[in-house]
């Protein structure tokens, strides 16, 4: 199993400008989340979804979309991307099958946006 | 949720168990307390979980005070692929962490 994948690895995006951050996974799970972490800082959860055509909004929602069409699938969109979205953006996903709150997480999307 | 305190950094020696401590006096008769860690650069990995009793795995030990106060997660032989940021996490099953400062851990040849 490859687990959580995302894609790019990193990106530089002007002001203003829209980019979807991918995120895949193939453990067949229900849960799959998106966190944004600042530097030197925590993780902050920004949205959620517990199954395809299902989300909701996590901490920081704002300047941020979600679709899940397919349980596999869960891309973040920003559609106008601001300095304050500079991050590193991590998707991660976990199983009713076992702790909610046991999530497996991808290797991390770095964002600048100058 | 129940807030954690957990120091900000602590070094240990390699092959020396290491106890990173946890305070979460608030915590709710039904919060869990979960801990991960984040090697620098990567996603943050789930360690290990408990409610009320000491759990162990291939990773790590955690031990839960008997009024659920305070915790201790316990790497048994550090060595230096365990230098992480460590996240003490207090919550509900429902899916929804949030990570604070956590605890910087060092370990040192």
């Known amino acids: 199993n490859a687990g959580v994948t995302q894609t790019p690895k990193f990106r530089i995006l002007k002001i203003g400008q829209s980019m979807t951050l991918q995120c895949a996974q193939d453990?067949?799970?229900?849960?799959m989340y998106w966190y944004r972490q600042d530097p030197g800082m925590g993780l902050k959860l920004i949205y959620y979804s517990v199954g395809a055509g299902i989300t909701d909004k996590g901490e920081v929602p704002n300047g941020y979309n979600v679709s899940r069409s397919t349980t596999e699938d869960f891309p973040l969109r920003l559609e106008l991307a601001a300095p304050s979205q500079t991050s590193v953006y991590f998707c991660?996903?976990?199983?009713?099958?076992?702790?909610?709150?046991?999530?497996?997480f991808g290797p991390g999307t770095r964002l600048t946006v100058l | 949720d129940a807030k954690t305190t957990q120091p900000p950094s602590m070094d240990c020696a390699e092959g020396r168990a290491a106890n990173l401590p946890c305070n979460h006096s608030?915590?709710?008769?039904?919060?869990?307390v979960y801990w991960y860690r984040q090697i620098h650069s990567q996603g943050p990995q789930y360690i290990i979980h408990g409610l009320k009793n000491n759990e162990t795995n291939e990773m790590a030990s955690l031990i839960i005070t008997e009024d659920r106060k305070s915790s201790t997660l316990i790497l048994p032989h550090a060595t230096l692929r365990d230098t992480a940021v460590y996240y003490c996490i207090v919550r509900v099953n429902d899916y929804k962490l949030s990570f604070g400062a956590g605890t910087t851990v060092t370990v040192r040849a």
């Open positions: 608030t915590i709710s008769g039904n919060e869990y």
């Open positions: 453990m067949n799970h229900n849960y």
């Open positions: 991660a996903s976990s199983s009713p099958g076992g702790s909610y709150n046991e999530q497996f």
